[in-house]
């Protein structure tokens, strides 16, 4: 499953959209780290097997979910617009809507799938969100801050969910269906 070649990184689903980078180096321990922007990664020596990796992140989940929520609530308050002037804040919404005015209707139509209503919200700890049922998506306001490339990423991602509301095996397949590199999209997401 884990690569065991040098600076390689694999990921790994931990608990609902939370990943963890697992990279393979020489080294004593596996340590964990939740980096500014709520990446998860994890150093592992080379000899550590699969199986004792995930049992690792999973007997630390309850812990990686609370700290990187704190992370990312720190992070949104010095990131998301509180640091921002009122006009700066209001400029880079409405660049930011100007975007997703172009994306959203692109994929709507490729993905042939139709969402009754998105909007820009600031969020504490996700990009994005989709009501499956009233087919509406949020966008994170810090989507603002990030290039093209990862806010299509999300885009997708969320229109995906109108297809297929959980993260299983069929919601990946449409993602790489319709985005092919979404999983290097989605782990420079945080860089």
């Known amino acids: ?22 990279m393979r180096k020489n080294v004593r321990n596996m340590n964990l780290r939740i980096r500014r922007d709520g990446t998860v990664c994890a150093s592992v020596p080379f000899i550590v097997t699969d199986q004792a990796i995930i049992r690792f992140l999973e007997d630390r989940t309850e812990w990686i979910v ?22 700066e804040e209001k400029a880079m919404r409405a660049q930011l809507h100007k975007r997703l005015t172009r994306l959203v209707p692109l994929w709507e139509q490729r993905m042939n799938v139709h969402c009754t209503k998105w909007q820009i919200r600031k969020m504490q700890t996700r990009w994005g969100s989709c009501s499956v049922q009233s087919g509406r998506i949020r966008f994170a306001f810090a989507l603002a801050f990030v290039p093209d490339e990862h806010l299509e990423y999300v885009v997708v991602h969320e229109l995906c969910h109108l297809i297929e509301p959980s993260h299983d095996e069929r919601f990946k397949a449409l993602m790489t269906m319709y985005l092919p590199d979404w999983k290097r999209r989605r782990a420079t997401l945080h860089h």
Not at 1 to 22: A, K, Y
Not at 68 to 85: D, I, N, P, Y
């Open 1 to 22: 499953m884990f690569s065991d070649h040098h600076d390689t990184t694999d990921v790994v689903l931990l608990t609902g959209d939370i990943t963890v980078q697992v």
């Open 66 to 87: 609370a700290h990187r929520a704190q992370v990312l609530k720190r992070a949104e308050t010095s990131f998301s617009g509180s640091e921002l002037t009122q006009s």
